[in-house]
Nanobody, 111 residues
Framework: QVQLVESGGGLVQPGGSLRLSCAAS????????MAWYRQAPGKEREWVAT???????YYTDSVKGRFTFSRDSAKNTIYLQMNRLKPADTAVYYC?????WGQGTQVTVSS
């Protein structure tokens, strides 16, 4: 059973940056597809980004050019670098490798 633990969320002003981490155990991240999702208050969970086994990344349109998905195989950890954050990015962010989810980390973008 894979376990995923997110960290790195917090409160940031618009235009600021955060880096989320997701440490995995029970599965080698470089051998599976990994993804980030988010859920804003009152909204359904939405897909944010995916990294395939070969390292190719895909992003939802609203974060392209601002967010970067990376991984550190030695640490079995994935990251989501989020730059030029907007209030619309406020959400709980989850990492995912099917069928497992982390507990989520809150990101709040507000002045």
């Amino acid at each position: 059973q894979v376990q995923l633990v997110e960290s790195g969320g917090g409160l940031v002003q618009p235009g600021g940056s955060l880096r989320l981490s997701c440490a995995a155990s029970g599965k080698i991240i470089s051998r599976v597809g990994m993804a980030w999702y988010r859920q804003a208050p009152g909204k359904e969970r939405e897909w944010v980004a995916t990294m395939s086994i070969d390292g190719t990344t895909y992003y939802t349109d609203s974060v392209k050019g601002r967010f970067t998905f990376s991984r550190d195989s030695a640490k079995n950890t994935i990251y989501l670098q989020m730059n030029r954050l907007k209030p619309a990015d406020t959400a709980v962010y989850y990492c995912n490798t099917k069928p497992s989810w982390g507990q989520g980390t809150q990101v709040t973008v507000s002045s």
